[in-house]
């Protein structure tokens, strides 16, 4: 039988103990966990982003629908998860406790990136959707009565103060940015008999039957578009600004820039109009939201 000769066997253990090394230095795939708040929006937004990280190659896990803004908060800073959209309005008033709301998205935006650095938190750049209050008004009877601004209905209000009845929430009616501070900006006073207070979740819906002629909403919730309301337009810049940021701890933005420039380029789509879209198809044509981010991402270039 023929042996191997010495320097045959040294090459051998050479190149086994290399592959051992190499398979030992080799960094395992890192599995990114992607969370997010428990209602459409958010888990439309959580499946946008598993979506992209998938089709980059990434390793996934799906950690979406936290019930609450400090949970979903709790859970990235004690890293059960390393990504979450969050709404600056959110970051400035709830997680840095600030007094002052701040209207104009830019402004909001710095404000809370560069503070809540501090913490060990970066906000990655925001999209440019504001989901924020809104007044809402059924689109025929604004275009009656020629109201596009937030000015012109306090004019209007003003001048008719026993003709419109406003449906809002009991929240709103006590917070400096809701109601009190609405009418302050805007010049006009609600008679206390054509202010009807009730759950938001029914606003929209008293508003499609004529119950109301006035709500408050939220600017990009799908019922607007299915129940043929219109946003009137904040002319004055009054309610916060609520764009959204992906949220991730500093020390995986500096190990992931490629995730970071994803995420950039995935926010920079995302204005009222698609989101609204989405919103709309998942509440009330009720498809899934991952379906549904599956469709937009192809619809605009972020999926083959």
């Keep these: ?106 402004t909001c935006y710095e404000s809370v990136r560069d503070e809540d650095r501090k913490n060990g938190i970066e906000w990655l750049p925001y999209a440019p959707f504001n989901n924020t209050y809104t007044v809402m008004m059924r689109k025929s009877q604004a275009e009656a009565l020629g109201i596009q601004t937030l000015s012109q209905l306090g004019a209007y209000l003003t001048s008719h103060p026993d003709t419109l009845a406003f449906a809002v929430d009991h929240e709103f009616t006590a917070r400096s940015d809701g109601l009190p501070g609405l009418e302050t900006t805007y010049g006009f006073k609600m008679k206390e008999d054509k202010t009807i207070v009730m759950d938001n979740a029914i606003v929209y819906k008293a508003l499609k039957e004529n119950q109301a002629d006035i709500g408050m909403g939220f600017s990009t919730d799908g019922r607007i578009k299915a129940f043929q309301l219109v946003n009137i337009e904040d002319d004055k810049a009054f309610f916060p600004a609520y764009n959204p940021s992906p949220n991730v701890r500093t020390e995986f933005a500096d190990k992931n820039p490629k995730v970071v420039t994803l995420l950039g380029q995935i926010a920079a789509r995302l204005d009222n109009a698609a989101i609204m879209q989405m919103n709309y198809l998942v509440d009330i044509e009720q498809k899934v939201p991952r379906d549904v981010a599956k469709a937009w991402m192809k619809s605009v270039g972020l999926l083959q």
Excluded at 30 to 47: A, C, F, H, M, P
Aim: glycine content about 10%.
């Design 1 to 106: 039988m023929r042996t191997i000769g010495r320097p045959m066997v040294q090459t051998i253990l050479v190149l086994l103990f290399g592959s051992m090394l190499l398979a030992g230095c080799a960094p395992a795939k890192e599995t990114i966990r992607v969370g997010s708040k428990e209602y459409t929006e958010q888990l439309v937004l959580g499946q946008i982003t598993l979506l992209a990280l998938e089709n980059a190659g990434y390793a996934v896990e799906d950690k979406t629908g936290v019930a609450g803004s400090n949970k979903v908060r709790s859970a990235l800073i004690g890293k059960d998860i390393d990504v979450y959209w969050e709404y600056t309005g959110t970051g400035w008033l709830s997680h840095l406790q600030h007094d002052n709301p701040l209207t104009e998205s830019k």
